[in-house]
């Protein structure tokens, strides 16, 4: 099992950039895949990224391609969302979750281990 923890929300203006960060605890973190989730008011939780087990793949949902990018550090055992060219509709609480498949491909991943959420709101 891996336990994580999200930082680095925040409130920020439109076109604005944050940095998010997941830390992981537990050894098997390396052979995890790992992805980022977001929940807006009112919305069901919504697929945004995810990386395979050693960075060598990722994905991305249609609406953050081009303006996210997802990277791990497995010595650090964290993994990032840095988020540019933000927009109002990003406003949400954003989530790390582990895909103990390792490989963290939509619609094949099994993602569990779920952190406690950080809020990122957008202003216009």
């Known amino acids: 099992q891996v336990q994580l923890v999200e930082s680095g929300g925040g409130s920020v203006q439109a076109g604005g950039s944050l940095r998010l960060s997941c830390a992981a605890s537990g050894r098997t973190f390396r052979s995890y895949a790992m992805g980022w989730f977001r929940q807006a008011p009112g919305k069901e939780r919504e697929f945004v990224s995810a990386?395979?087990?050693?960075?060598?793949?990722?994905y991305y949902a249609d609406s953050v391609k081009g303006r996210f990018t997802i990277s791990r550090d497995n010595a650090k055992i964290t993994v990032y969302l840095q988020m540019n060219s933000l927009k109002p509709e990003d406003t949400a609480v954003y989530y790390c979750a582990a895909d103990p498949t390792g490989w963290g491909r939509p619609g094949e991943a099994k993602f569990e281990s779920w952190g406690q959420g950080t809020q990122v709101t957008v202003s216009s």
């Open positions: 990386i395979s087990w050693n960075g060598g793949s990722t």
